[in-house]
């Protein structure tokens, strides 16, 4: 499902989504504000040829071969409740979500990040600078009494008002591969959120699911950990469920994207690529997933009369 672009009316909106139903072409409209509607459609194979008929509908809306269509439409639909047919489910798949198409240009909250992410671990050199890591970790590295590890989980540097803490582990990162996927996938999800919404939400966003991911890492295993990881795990959750819930919003995946961010999730909790913050995956992901979730089926409550 994907979005194809936007006319200024309802009216306009539904009598092209008809002539598009007219065509076999399976959409749907939905509002974005009181004088913007979004035009869906279903599937990959339609897009382009819908783009070029909607731009001939802009040209030329009073064109005789866009009249029939609100007929046609009311016809089919008597037809289906006549039949008892279903209409098809206007929802998003997840196995078949896929990126908006328009440039998407990079935001610069994200560029930001990326620049910020990438000079921390220059100067930590990946995670060789211990005098660097002490600063920006979570918490002290553990002390090591024989054989044991232990570290104290009540977070006492925060609680004495080092609050960037709880955040600035997500700059640091432990070698080239972690930093390029994490920045790769930053790039894109941040971007997206950033176009969609704006630099003030994804940065809000990003700090909720760093600190949550963090904590939560933390608590299971430690201070020694870093990465971008559980935000960009909880970026995916959150537009997953965002273009599931709630298309309007314009948030949507590429299937290639959603396969190698899960492949990747999985192959980490084998400890086949080493030690991997799991935890902050995890807890990244089901925080994103619940904020997308909630967000989408609030939107929903609002608009029901």
């Given amino acids: 499902m994907r979005p194809i672009g936007r006319l200024q009316n309802e009216a306009s909106a539904r009598r092209f989504g008809g002539f598009l139903h007219e065509q076999g072409i399976d959409n749907q409209v939905d509002p974005t504000s009181q004088n913007d509607w979004e035009v869906w459609v279903f599937d990959d194979e339609n897009v382009e040829r ?14 005789p071969r866009f009249s029939s269509s609100i007929r ?80 104290d989980r009540m977070l006492l540097e925060v609680r004495h008002g080092e609050l960037w803490r709880l955040f600035t582990p997500m700059f640091i990162h432990f070698g080239p591969i972690h930093i390029f996927f994490n920045m790769l996938w930053l790039r894109d999800l941040g971007s997206m959120i950033e176009a969609r919404r ?45 273009g599931k819930f709630n298309p309007s919003s314009r948030l949507s995946l590429e299937p290639q994207t959603v396969t190698l961010m899960i492949v990747w999730f999985f192959v980490c909790l084998t400890g086949l690529v080493g030690n991997i913050a799991n935890a902050a995956h995890g807890v990244g992901l089901a925080a994103g997933v619940a904020w997308g979730f909630l967000e989408a089926r609030l939107k929903t409550a609002r608009m029901k009369p």
């Fill in 198 to 242: 704006s630099s003030w939400f994804l940065l809000l966003l990003t700090l909720v699911l760093a600190g949550t991911s963090n904590v939560g890492q933390y608590l299971w295993a430690g201070p020694s950990f870093g990465g971008m990881s559980g935000v960009v795990y909880g970026l995916l959750g959150y537009i997953w469920m965002q």
């Fill in 50 to 63: 819908s783009k070029s008929l909607l731009e001939a509908f802009r040209l030329a809306p009073q064109d």
């Fill in 72 to 151: 046609t439409v009311a016809r089919r639909r008597e037809q289906a409740e006549a039949t008892g047919v279903p209409g098809r489910a206007r929802t998003i798949d997840a196995r078949t979500m896929v990126f908006y198409r328009p440039p998407v240009p990079l935001g610069p909250l994200s560029i930001v990040l990326i620049a910020v992410s990438v000079a921390v671990t220059l100067l930590a050199n990946f995670g060789e600078n211990s005098s660097l890591l002490k600063i920006l970790s979570i918490s002290q590295f553990p002390a090591v009494f024989g054989r044991h590890v232990r570290w």
